[in-house]
C-alpha cells in the first residue's frame, strides 16, 4: 500500500464538504504512482470512482498529462505540425466514425496526423479507430513505435495504440469495467498528445463543461493551439444533424468569426482569452445537413469507407466532405470552408485519397518496417 497514494486519495474522496481538488503537481503525483502500479488495486479504484464523482478540474487533467507525458510514448518530432485527433477511447456504438477518413484526407493534403487509442474499452464497448484501420489493411496493433514513428515520419499517419505503447495505461483500463463508469482518465485522454512537439490538438465532447475543463488544462499546459468539437457521441466528428459548435484557438490562424453572441466575460482569465473564438456551423448552409450515418457493423462501416474513397455520392460520402473540408480549411491547406469543401471533394473523386491508403498499406506489406 502506498501511504502518499492514501493522502492523496483522502483529499479528493472526503466527502462534499470537505473533499478538496488536487494541485497540479499532486494530481501528476496520483497518476504517477497508478501507472506505476505503485498504489495498490483498493486504493487505485476508491481513487478513480471518487474522482469521478467530483469531476476533475482544468488543472488536474494539466496534472495527469505531465504524468503520461513524463511515463508514456511519445512521437518524435518532425518538419509541419500535425493535427492530433482525440476520440473516446471507448468507440462509437451509434453513428459511424469519420476520423481515419478524416486522418487520410488531411494526410493526403499534406498534413500530418497523429491518433490514439485501445481496443474495445468500456464502459460502451463500442467500435474502436483501431479495428476501423485493421479493416483497411493497416493494423497499427503489430507495429512497435519505433515503427510507428517511422510509418509518420515518411507517409505522415501515425497511431499510438495503448496495448502495444503504453502498456501501464492500457493495465487501467480493467478499473473501467470494474467501477462500471467512466474515469476522469477518459477525459483526459481526448487531449494527451503523444508527440513531442508543437501540434493543433483537435478534442471532441459532450457536454459544455467538459470544454471548459479542456482549456484550462490547455492553459496550464502552454497549449497555443486546439480545436474543441462538441461532436458526435463526444469524438471530432461534426454533426450533420444540427448546428457544429466549434471552439478554435489557433492564434496563428485567426479568422474573421463572428463571435457567439451569447459569450459574456466570465471573470476567468483563462476563458476570456482573446485568442479563443466560438464558430457556430450550420451544415444547411453549405448543402451538407442531413441524417448522421448510422453505425451497424465493422464489415458493413469498412464497406461503406471503402465506396467514399471509390468516390461513390452517398450519406456517407456528404459525411467525409463535410468533415474533411472543415479540417482542410482548419490545418491551413485552403483559405476558408468552401473551398476546404471543393478541395476534398477533388482529392476523393480524383482518387488520391484511395492512393495515398494504397501507398501506406504497400508501406506495410512489402517489408519497409522490419
Same mark, same amino acid.
Given at each position: 500500500?502506498? *501511504? %502518499?497514494? =492514501? *493522502? &492523496? &486519495?483522502?483529499?479528493?474522496?472526503?466527502?462534499?464538504?470537505?473533499?478538496?481538488?488536487?494541485?497540479?503537481?499532486?494530481? @501528476?503525483?496520483?497518476? !504517477?504512482?497508478?501507472?506505476?502500479?505503485?498504489?495498490?488495486?483498493?486504493?487505485?479504484? @476508491? #481513487?478513480?470512482?471518487?474522482?469521478?464523482? !467530483?469531476?476533475?478540474?482544468?488543472?488536474?487533467?494539466?496534472?495527469?498529462?505531465? @504524468?503520461?507525458?513524463?511515463?508514456?510514448?511519445?512521437?518524435?518530432?518532425?518538419?509541419?505540425?500535425?493535427?492530433?485527433?482525440?476520440?473516446?477511447? +471507448?468507440? =462509437?456504438?451509434?453513428?459511424?466514425?469519420?476520423?481515419?477518413?478524416?486522418?487520410?484526407? &488531411?494526410?493526403?493534403?499534406?498534413?500530418?496526423?497523429?491518433?490514439?487509442?485501445?481496443?474495445?474499452?468500456?464502459?460502451?464497448?463500442?467500435?474502436?479507430?483501431?479495428?476501423?484501420?485493421?479493416?483497411?489493411?493497416? +493494423?497499427?496493433?503489430?507495429?512497435?513505435?519505433?515503427?510507428?514513428? $517511422?510509418?509518420?515520419?515518411?507517409?505522415?499517419?501515425?497511431?499510438?495504440?495503448?496495448?502495444?505503447? #503504453? &502498456?501501464? @495505461?492500457?493495465?487501467?483500463?480493467?478499473?473501467? %469495467?470494474?467501477?462500471?463508469?467512466?474515469?476522469?482518465?477518459?477525459?483526459?485522454?481526448?487531449?494527451w498528445k503523444p508527440y513531442l512537439g508543437q501540434a493543433t490538438v483537435v478534442c471532441g465532447y459532450v457536454h459544455p463543461p467538459t470544454e471548459t475543463?479542456? =482549456?484550462?488544462?490547455?492553459?496550464? %499546459?502552454?497549449?497555443?493551439? #486546439?480545436?474543441?468539437?462538441?461532436?458526435?457521441?463526444?469524438?471530432? +466528428?461534426?454533426? !450533420?444533424?444540427?448546428?457544429?459548435?466549434?471552439?478554435?484557438?489557433?492564434?496563428?490562424?485567426?479568422?474573421?468569426?463572428? $463571435?457567439?453572441?451569447?459569450?459574456?466575460?466570465?471573470?476567468?482569465?483563462?476563458?476570456?482569452?482573446?485568442f479563443f473564438e466560438r464558430l457556430l456551423l450550420h451544415p444547411r448552409d453549405y448543402g451538407f445537413d442531413g441524417r448522421e450515418v448510422t453505425l451497424s457493423s465493422t464489415p458493413i462501416l469498412i464497406e461503406q469507407i471503402q465506396t467514399v474513397l471509390?468516390?461513390?455520392?452517398?450519406? #456517407?460520402?456528404?459525411?467525409?466532405?463535410?468533415?474533411?473540408?472543415?479540417?482542410?480549411?482548419?490545418?491551413?491547406?485552403?483559405?476558408?470552408?468552401?473551398?476546404?469543401?471543393?478541395?476534398?471533394?477533388?482529392?476523393?473523386?480524383?482518387?488520391?485519397?484511395?492512393?495515398?491508403?494504397?501507398?501506406?498499406?504497400?508501406?506495410?506489406?512489402?517489408?519497409?518496417?522490419?
Amino acid at each position: 500500500m502506498s *501511504d %502518499r497514494f =492514501r *493522502d &492523496l &486519495l483522502r483529499q479528493v474522496g472526503s466527502g462534499t464538504h470537505t473533499s478538496e481538488a488536487l494541485t497540479r503537481s499532486q494530481a @501528476a503525483e496520483a497518476m !504517477r504512482l497508478m501507472l506505476l502500479e505503485e498504489a495498490t488495486p483498493a486504493q487505485i479504484g @476508491a #481513487f478513480l470512482i471518487a474522482h469521478r464523482i !467530483r469531476r476533475p478540474t482544468g488543472e488536474e487533467l494539466a496534472g495527469m498529462l505531465d @504524468a503520461y507525458e513524463e511515463i508514456g510514448p511519445q512521437l518524435q518530432s518532425v518538419t509541419s505540425a500535425p493535427f492530433v485527433l482525440g476520440c473516446p477511447y +471507448d468507440g =462509437r456504438s451509434r453513428t459511424a466514425p469519420m476520423a481515419p477518413l478524416t486522418a487520410l484526407i &488531411l494526410v493526403t493534403a499534406g498534413v500530418q496526423v497523429i491518433l490514439h487509442g485501445g481496443q474495445r474499452m468500456p464502459t460502451k464497448e463500442g467500435i474502436p479507430l483501431i479495428e476501423v484501420w485493421q479493416g483497411l489493411g493497416l +493494423d497499427w496493433s503489430k507495429l512497435s513505435l519505433a515503427q510507428v514513428q $517511422k510509418v509518420f515520419a515518411e507517409l505522415g499517419l501515425g497511431f499510438v495504440y495503448l496495448p502495444q505503447h #503504453f &502498456l501501464a @495505461a492500457e493495465k487501467l483500463v480493467s478499473y473501467r %469495467r470494474e467501477i462500471g463508469k467512466r474515469p476522469p482518465l477518459a477525459t483526459m485522454e481526448l487531449i494527451w498528445k503523444p508527440y513531442l512537439g508543437q501540434a493543433t490538438v483537435v478534442c471532441g465532447y459532450v457536454h459544455p463543461p467538459t470544454e471548459t475543463m479542456f =482549456r484550462e488544462a490547455f492553459h496550464w %499546459r502552454g497549449v497555443k493551439d #486546439f480545436i474543441t468539437v462538441k461532436g458526435l457521441e463526444g469524438s471530432c +466528428d461534426l454533426p !450533420r444533424d444540427r448546428t457544429c459548435i466549434i471552439g478554435l484557438h489557433q492564434p496563428g490562424q485567426q479568422t474573421q468569426i463572428v $463571435k457567439d453572441p451569447t459569450k459574456i466575460l466570465t471573470k476567468n482569465p483563462i476563458l476570456d482569452d482573446v485568442f479563443f473564438e466560438r464558430l457556430l456551423l450550420h451544415p444547411r448552409d453549405y448543402g451538407f445537413d442531413g441524417r448522421e450515418v448510422t453505425l451497424s457493423s465493422t464489415p458493413i462501416l469498412i464497406e461503406q469507407i471503402q465506396t467514399v474513397l471509390k468516390g461513390q455520392s452517398s450519406e #456517407f460520402m456528404k459525411a467525409t466532405l463535410w468533415n474533411g473540408g472543415f479540417y482542410l480549411w482548419r490545418s491551413g491547406v485552403c483559405q476558408d470552408l468552401e473551398s476546404g469543401l471543393s478541395s476534398v471533394e477533388s482529392l476523393i473523386t480524383e482518387g488520391k485519397v484511395q492512393a495515398k491508403l494504397q501507398e501506406i498499406q504497400n508501406y506495410f506489406f512489402n517489408g519497409d518496417l522490419k
